[in-house]
C-alpha cells in the first residue's frame, strides 16, 4: 500500500512539474480525484479585439442548418466554435476568449491571421481597382507572377491563376493528358487532390469519393513509413508505380501526381528516396511529373520553400493554393513553357484567375515570408515543437507516431501499439481538451487518427511549448 501511495504521489509531482508554464489561462485549475491537474499557462499576446455584438453562435448554428449544405460538417460537435476574430496565431471566439491556432485554417494562414501587410495589400488594391479581367492589362498578376517564378527551379516559370487547389490540380492534370496524348494517370493511395472531377479521381481515400465516373487513373502502393509494407524504403515502394506502367496501362502514362507530405491523409511524409525513382519511371513511360504543393508549400516545411525540394526532384507541374494567399481564395499552376503551350491548342479562360486583389495579396505573403524569414522560423520552431511531441510520444503509450517536418506536423494516436489499432474516439476526445485549454488543432488521416499540426509560420518556440504542454496535460486526463 505504501508503494502505490509513493507512486502516486511522484505521478502527481511529475504531472505538477510538466513545466513552469503549468497553470490556468484563467487562473483556474482543474480536478482529478484529490489532486490538481495544472493547465498550462497561454503565452502573453498583448492585442484584445473590439467586443462582438453580432449574431449569438446558437443563430448562426440555425441557419447553417437551414440554408447551407447539410455536407459541411464541423469540429466541436457538442460545442461548436463561434471565432468571430483573428489576429497573427491567435483567434477570438465571441466571448473574446482567446485561442491558439494551431490548424491554420487547414494549414492555410501562412503568415498569419489579418498579417498587417497582407491586409493593407488587399484594401490598397480593392481601393484602386476590385476587379477588371486579363483581358486588360495590369501590373498585379504580372508581378506577382514574376516574385513566384523566381521561386521554383529549373524552367518552371509560366504560371496560371486560379481560385483554389482544385481547380489548379484539375488545370495540371489536364495539360499533362493535353501534352502527353495519354489519358493515364498515377497518383497515391492515401492521397488528396480535390473534390472536382479529375481530382476526385486521383485522390486515394474512399471518404473523399463519389460513385461517379472516375477513369484513367492508377493508385499506387502509399510509401508510408509507419503503415507501409516496406517501412522507409522508397525505392521499394516505387516498383509499384513500374507495375502498374507495365500491366495496368499501355506503357505510356500522362503523368504522376503526388504531395510530397500527404496533409489530409495525415501528415504522411512520402518514404526517403521515393520521388527520384517514381519519377524516373514516370518519365521513362513519357509522363510528366505534378508536385502538389498545396499544403507543403511556401516554406512551410522550414528546410526549403517547396516540400518537393525535400526529396531532391525537379517536377514538371507545380500546383499550389491555401498559404500562396494566407487565406485569400487563391491558386496556381507553374510549368515550363513548352508544356505551357498546350493550352494554346483551344481556348482556355478563368474570370477570377488572376484577379488584382488576390494577385496583390498573394505577392504580398511572399514579401512578408522573406521579410520575416518565416522559412527558417518554421524550420527552427518546427523542429522544436517536434522534439517536444516526440517527448511526448515517449511518455505516452496512445501516440503511435510523431511525422512531418517544419510546421506540417502529424501525431498519429493508437489504441495498441504494435497493432496499430487507430484511437479514434480518443483523438476526438483529446482534441475536445485541448480545445477547452485554448489550443486547436486539426484532425486527419484516412482513420480519423492524426493531429494535424499546421499552425501559421510566425509560431514562437513559446507557443510550441504550450502546444506541447496542453497535449499532454490532456493526454494525461484520459
Known amino acids: 500500500m505504501q508503494r ?24 483556474l485549475a482543474s480536478q482529478k480525484d484529490d489532486d490538481m491537474i495544472i493547465n498550462p499557462r497561454m503565452p502573453h ?20 442548418k437551414e440554408f447551407l449544405s447539410p455536407s459541411m460538417f464541423y469540429f466541436y460537435e457538442k460545442n ?83 481560385n483554389s487547389g482544385t481547380e489548379a490540380n484539375e488545370l495540371a492534370i489536364m495539360m499533362a493528358r493535353l501534352y502527353s496524348g495519354c489519358h493515364d494517370i498515377i497518383s497515391l493511395r492515401n492521397a488528396y487532390h480535390g473534390n472536382a472531377a479529375a481530382t476526385m479521381s486521383t485522390t486515394g ?54 504531395e510530397a507530405i500527404q496533409g489530409v491523409g495525415g501528415i504522411v511524409e512520402l518514404a526517403p528516396g521515393y520521388l527520384p525513382a517514381a519519377y524516373s519511371a514516370v518519365q521513362k513511360a513519357g509522363g510528366l511529373c505534378i508536385a ?27 500546383t499550389m493554393a491555401k498559404g500562396i494567399g494566407n487565406g485569400i481564395p487563391l ?6 513553357p513548352e508544356i505551357a503551350e498546350v493550352l494554346c491548342h483551344s481556348n482556355y479562360f478563368n474570370t477570377f484567375g488572376g484577379n488584382p486583389v488576390c494577385t496583390s495579396a498573394g505577392l504580398a505573403v511572399l514579401r512578408v515570408i522573406e521579410k520575416e524569414n518565416l522559412q527558417e522560423n518554421a524550420h527552427v520552431v518546427g523542429s522544436y515543437l ?20 517544419g510546421l506540417l506536423l502529424g501525431v498519429e494516436l493508437v489504441t495498441d501499439r504494435k497493432l496499430k489499432t487507430p484511437a479514434k474516439a480518443e483523438t476526438l476526445h483529446i482534441m475536445d481538451q485541448m480545445k477547452d485549454m485554448g489550443v486547436l488543432v486539426g484532425k486527419g ?8 499540426i499546421t499552425p501559421p509560420l510566425c509560431f514562437t518556440k513559446e507557443d510550441a511549448d504550450f502546444v506541447a504542454d496542453v497535449m499532454d496535460c490532456a493526454m494525461s486526463k484520459i
Open 45 to 64: 499576446f498583448d492585442y484584445s479585439p473590439s467586443p462582438y455584438n453580432g449574431p449569438s453562435a446558437d443563430e448562426i448554428l440555425s441557419k447553417r
Open 331 to 336: 491558386g496556381a499552376v507553374v510549368t515550363t
Open 80 to 162: 461548436p466554435l463561434h471565432l468571430v476574430h483573428g489576429k497573427m496565431q491567435y483567434l477570438f471566439d465571441s466571448n473574446g476568449r482567446r485561442y491558439l491556432d494551431a490548424f491554420g485554417g487547414i494549414a492555410t494562414v501562412s503568415c498569419g491571421h489579418c498579417h498587417p501587410d497582407v491586409v493593407e495589400a488587399i484594401v490598397n488594391q480593392t481601393k484602386r481597382l476590385q476587379h477588371s479581367t486579363i483581358l486588360y492589362l495590369n501590373n498585379a498578376i504580372t508581378d506577382f507572377a514574376e516574385a513566384l517564378a523566381s521561386k521554383l527551379p529549373g524552367d518552371l516559370k509560366v504560371v496560371f491563376f486560379t
Open 292 to 318: 502538389d504543393e498545396v499544403q507543403s508549400g511556401f516554406a512551410r516545411t522550414g528546410s526549403h520553400f517547396w516540400g518537393f525540394e525535400n526529396q531532391g526532384v525537379v517536377p514538371d507541374i507545380v
Open 205 to 258: 481515400q474512399s471518404v473523399w469519393k463519389f460513385n461517379v465516373v472516375q477513369s484513367g487513373v492508377h493508385h499506387a502502393i502509399n510509401p508510408d513509413p509507419y503503415r507501409g509494407v516496406f517501412g522507409s524504403d522508397g525505392e521499394k515502394y516505387a516498383k509499384d508505380v513500374e507495375d502498374l506502367i507495365q500491366f495496368g496501362t499501355s506503357g505510356r502514362v500522362a503523368a504522376f501526381m503526388s
Open 386 to 405: 517536434k522534439e517536444r511531441l516526440m517527448a511526448i510520444k515517449n511518455k505516452h503509450e496512445i501516440v503511435g507516431d510523431v511525422r512531418g517536418r
Open 4 to 27: 502505490f501511495v509513493t507512486a502516486r504521489a511522484k505521478w502527481v509531482g511529475e504531472l505538477r512539474g510538466l513545466s513552469q508554464r503549468c497553470y490556468s489561462q484563467f487562473g
Open 445 to 452: 488521416g484516412f482513420r480519423g487518427n492524426v493531429f494535424r
